[in-house]
T-cell receptor, first 115, second 112 residues
Framework: GAGVSQSPRYKVAKRGQDVALRCDPI?????LFWYQQALGQGPEFLTY????????KSGLPSDRFFAERPEGSVSTLKIQRTQQEDSAVYLC?????????????FGQGTRLTVV | KQEVTQIPAALSVPEGENLVLNCSFT??????LQWFRQDPGKGLTSLLL?????REQTSGRLNASLDKSSGRSTLYIAASQPGDSATYLC???????????FGKGTTLSVSS
């Protein structure tokens, strides 16, 4: 596709439910990033993939958060046993090489509401 | 730990004004700096990317400057239009290039 695609756009989960958020990066982009954006805040880094390798997961807030990119293209962010504080917009971004070299392109995000 | 601050948090101007948005960062060891635009309920759109070795970038009515030694960047918008109304986010790439650290943004409102 022409841009980064995320699905679903909106997700309502009951507290304790597991959720999976999908990201389709721009074809050929090596780098993929996940960010969490709370209301009124800037995006906060969660994790970074270079192809299928997860090189940085320092931003994942707890072991309930897990991300994968098994074939170096589509990525899934999984949140287990969701809590109310997980409510946020989850943004995915991709870039052709490392962020340092080229600009990052963002998807429209998945708005997660935990009730 | 890198911290990015944007001032002001919100700004309202009449159409046609030139304006400046400010961004400061605490650690000058950055890979690059990007300015993004975010419309309500939407993702981020990249506006300008400045490599750490560069001083400024221009695109249309937008001009961004970078002073790495003082930890500052400015986004200059010339002849503002109502369509410029959005939240503008500044982000610096860490030295490894593996993450962007964002400020909280400046919400701009341009009235006609």
């Amino acid at each position: 596709g022409a841009g980064v695609s995320q699905s679903p756009r909106y997700k309502v989960a009951k507290r304790g439910q597991d959720v999976a958020l999908r990201c389709d990066p721009i074809s050929g982009h090596v780098s993929l990033f996940w960010y969490q954006q709370a209301l009124g805040q800037g995006p906060e880094f969660l994790t970074y993939f270079q192809n299928e390798a997860q090189l940085d997961k320092s931003g994942l807030p707890s072991d309930r958060f897990f991300a994968e990119r098994p074939e170096g293209s589509v990525s899934t962010l999984k949140i287990q046993r969701t809590q109310q504080e997980d409510s946020a917009v989850y943004l995915c971004a991709s870039s052709l090489v490392l962020t340092g070299g080229t600009e990052a392109f963002f998807g429209q995000g998945t708005r997660l509401t935990v009730v | 730990k890198q911290e990015v601050t944007q001032i002001p948090a919100a700004l309202s101007v009449p159409e046609g004004e030139n304006l400046v948005l400010n961004c400061s960062f605490t650690d000058s060891a950055i890979y690059n700096l990007q300015w993004f635009r975010q419309d309500p309920g939407k993702g981020l759109t990249s506006l300008l990317l400045i490599q750490s070795s560069q001083r400024e970038q221009t695109s249309g009515r937008l001009n961004a400057s970078l002073d790495k030694s003082s930890g500052r960047s400015t986004l200059y918008i010339a002849a503002s239009q109502p369509g410029d109304s959005a939240t503008y986010l500044c982000a610096v790439a860490n030295q490894a290039g593996t993450a962007l650290i964002f400020g909280k943004g400046t919400t701009l409102s341009v009235s006609s």
